[in-house]
């Protein structure tokens, strides 16, 4: 059994600051590609940023220059650092891992239950 947890979400001032953190346990071999996803009523889920266990990134273009994914690889953990939140941040924020549970596994994706961002004066 794998889980994700996300913590970190709230209320936040347009121009303030957020960080989300999400840590993977339970039976798991490796962990590829950790990344966090965002999603608002009736729109589709859309990537915000990823990282691969190397370290390299990857970022929505709106969130470029902003926002800034890191991962500590000893505690299985992703975080999102988020700065000049915009009202267009609020979303629901998925945290997403592409892991395996056993060396001759195959990786599939693991989801969190969400957290929700509201960007709000």
């Known amino acids: 059994q794998v889980q994700l947890v996300e913590s970190g979400g709230g209320l936040v001032q347009p121009g303030g600051s957020l960080r989300l953190s999400c840590a993977a346990s339970g039976r798991i071999f490796s962990i590829n590609v950790m990344g966090w996803y965002r999603q608002t009523p009736g729109k589709q889920r859309e990537l915000v940023a990823t990282i691969t266990s190397g370290g390299t990134t990857n970022y929505a273009d709106s969130v470029k220059g902003r926002f800034n994914i890191s991962r500590d690889n000893a505690k299985n953990t992703v975080y999102l650092q988020m700065n000049s939140l915009k009202p267009e941040d609020t979303a629901v924020y998925y945290c997403?891992?592409?892991?395996?549970?056993?060396?001759?596994?195959?990786?599939?994706?693991?989801w969190g239950q969400g957290t929700q961002v509201t960007v709000s004066s």
């Open positions: 997403n891992a592409d892991l395996k549970i056993r060396f001759y596994a195959p990786s599939r994706d693991y």
